[in-house]
């Protein structure tokens, strides 16, 4: 603040040395320190250098000078107040002085030591023409700041006249208050005669220090104008202006882009507006047990504070910033909420046709509901990929479909569970590809010996078979080449995209379309459950999942071995019992059945009838080659496969029996 009050040039590398370097660092050369004022330059180094030199030179040739006739002259006497301007010689030397009047006195400040011997100094001083005076240029450093006049230790900052601070040319400052010329806070004119203040330069503080005492704040309403006068020599001059106001208490808006910005566990930024913001002593918040804490604020412009509040340690719920200002006992008071961890939205997408739409970010959890050009949609389903929340939202209006066009930007409204609402610009894109299932039909695999299984649902497609369907376009109207048919399971574990390309695809016309799906090729000896497909249009834009059929896997059946359960126990008793009892005997006599074959554990359970009356459950992990089964009443069994156990399937498989 000195420097810039008295024009002063710093050394700013010496603030980049210890601190005990600093004061000789700043202090040295000082053998150039002489006040240099543009207000007052030094008129022999202005007539014998540069410019008016030359200017000289060319006026004395002109006609009205005699052509040159006074040349000689003209460079004599250039040349002596030179030599004047340089004088030295072995007996004096002339050592300029600084003068500060103080008073009927005048104190010299010199460059170097006088001498007294030879060669003995002349301190050279300089006095003020004789002529008008011109009032030193002293003026506001920010003409647009606005200062509080009810401050205690109010300093009006100006620069520009470092005579103004060094010396006492300039005396006798007031700050005049015209309390006339500004305007109420309802716009209106004020009216009123102006009173002064006392002011003081004070250089360390870079301005004036204002005595604002016996200010009557009672009559001032809204912005007023100060001027700052004073005298300089014995002539009075007015100096700049500012711009000024008083403590009143008001009422504070929070900006609107930190509406829902405090959020606990970090320190947040507030912004907060009010007609006398200059006019603020203290921040302080209270939270609702009522413990209070100062924050850190400054000035971001004439009518705005911006405030650092720390919630690294507060919970959610409400809070209230007290804002202090000078002069006044009870402070404004801001209620303000504090909010969990928001969620983070990055994107809305939804397509032209549709009634759903996806939401990015993180935290969706929170989200309650969405509102797009009046159309609300509900949460359906979050699941999270790529490191981030993806959120489904669906709307049950049956004008969705029709309410948004591709292309057409739209603001999605986005409701949270603590009822805050955050905001966010979207597009509507293209209608996604669309394909309608036309016909479908297995075709059984290429080995030699037909199925023993027949499955019982047309709907259920065997693993080692064939899938032939046909797809129609309805959007676009032409199935592009480009475009693909992805065909998984219901959890997406197992999937396989069919193209044109690859073979699997097959335009039969511009809009119609035969796929080809060999399961075991193409999704694996481990892929069963529900098929779905859908189109992924040539920019890579998904249509939605449609179901397309149910993929079982069949175990290989070789046949079916029986052996009666008492055969050496009915043999014996069949030597001594007459030939009538033999009859009832063999009538009774029961077998044991064993179904064989590959990869049985892919049975459910086998049963003799289609009730499944005593059926024969087949448990996890079984790794045998048989399996004992129910004697067959004929040479049909009912099967239910472990992929499908909803359905009865049947098989017809060799029967082979023991003789007796």
Request: aromatic fraction near 6%; proline fraction near 8%; include cysteine.
């Amino acid at each position: 603040m000195l420097a810039r009050s008295l024009n002063i040039r710093l050394d700013q590398q010496c603030f980049d040395k210890p601190t005990a370097q600093q004061a000789p660092c700043l202090t040295q050369n000082t053998d150039q320190l002489v006040l240099d004022d543009a207000h007052s330059q030094n008129m022999v180094a202005t007539l014998t250098t540069g410019a008016p030199t030359d200017l000289l030179a060319q006026l004395s040739s002109t006609p009205t000078a005699r052509g040159g006739y006074y040349s000689p002259y003209i460079g004599a006497v250039v040349d002596v107040v030179r030599i004047l301007g340089t004088a030295h010689s072995a007996q004096y030397q002339y050592i300029p002085a600084l003068a500060l009047p103080k008073h009927d006195e005048l104190n010299l400040k010199l460059n170097n030591p006088p001498s007294f011997r030879d060669p003995k100094s002349v301190l050279v001083i300089g006095l003020p023409p004789v002529r008008p005076t011109l009032p030193p240029p002293l003026r506001a450093v920010d003409a647009a700041q606005i200062s509080c006049l009810s401050k205690p230790d109010l300093v009006l900052t100006a620069d520009g006249a470092p005579l103004v601070y060094a010396t006492e040319m300039a005396h006798n400052f007031v700050l005049h208050v015209e309390n006339g010329s500004g305007e109420t806070r309802s716009g209106e004119k004020q009216s009123g005669a102006g009173f002064d203040l006392p002011a003081k330069p004070d250089p360390a503080r870079g301005g004036f220090a204002i005595e604002n005492h016996p200010m009557p704040a009672s009559a001032i309403d809204g912005e007023i104008t100060g001027v700052l006068r004073g005298n300089w020599g014995f002539g009075l001059f007015d100096g700049p202006h500012f711009r000024l106001r008083v403590s009143r208490a008001g009422q504070w808006t929070v900006a609107s882009k930190d509406a829902s910005a405090m959020i606990v566990g970090r320190e947040d930024t507030l912004h907060i507006k009010s007609y006398d913001a200059s006019c603020v002593s203290e921040v302080l918040v209270r939270d609702e047990a009522g413990k209070q804490a100062s924050v850190e604020w400054k000035a971001a412009k004439p009518d705005e504070l911006e405030v650092k509040v720390p919630l690294q340690n507060a919970s959610a719920g409400s809070l209230k910033m007290l804002v202090k200002k000078f002069g006044l006992h009870d402070p404004d008071e801001i209620p303000l909420h504090t909010y969990a961890e928001a969620s983070r939205l990055d994107s809305f997408s939804i397509h032209a046709n549709d009634s759903d739409g996806v939401l990015k970010g993180t935290r969706l959890d929170e989200v309650t509901s969405l509102e797009v050009n009046g159309m609300t949609f509900n949460p359906e389903n979050l699941s999270r990929a790529n490191q981030q929340d993806e959120l489904r939202l669906v709307s049950h209006d049956p004008l969705v479909t029709a309410a948004f066009d591709a292309g057409v930007p739209i603001v999605a409204r986005v409701t949270l569970m603590d009822g805050r609402t955050l905001v966010l610009n979207a597009f509507v894109e293209p209608p996604r590809p669309k394909l309608a299932l036309l016909s479908k039909n297995v075709q059984a695999g290429a080995s030699d010996i037909p199925p023993m299984i027949h499955l019982g649902n047309p709907e259920e497609l065997p693993q080692d078979a064939r899938l032939n369907f046909f797809l129609k376009s309805q959007m676009p109207e032409a199935f592009p080449p480009a475009e693909k048919v992805e065909v998984a399971t219901a959890d997406e574990a197992f999937h396989v995209v069919l193209s044109v390309k690859d073979g699997n695809l097959t335009l039969q016309d511009s809009k119609t379309v035969f796929a080809v799906l060999d399961p075991m090729k193409l999704l694996g000896p481990s892929a069963f459950g529900r098929l779905k497909f859908r189109p992924i249009g040539s920019d890579g834009v998904e249509g939605d999942w449609q179901p397309l059929m149910n993929l079982v896997r069949v175990p290989e059946l070789k046949g079916v071995h029986c052996v009666p359960s008492a055969k050496a126990t009915e043999t014996n008793a069949a030597e001594r019992a007459p030939s009538s009892e033999k009859g009832t005997s063999s009538a009774k006599t029961e077998e044991n059945c064993q179904l064989t074959g590959d990869k049985l554990f892919l049975i459910d359970a086998v049963s003799a009838d289609p009730d499944f009356t005593g059926a024969v459950t087949v448990p996890d992990g079984f790794v045998d080659a048989a399996l004992s089964i129910p004697s067959p009443k004929g040479k049909t069994l009912y099967i239910k496969l472990r992929d499908d156990p909803a359905t009865v399937n049947t098989a017809v498989v060799p029967m082979v029996s023991s003789q007796p």
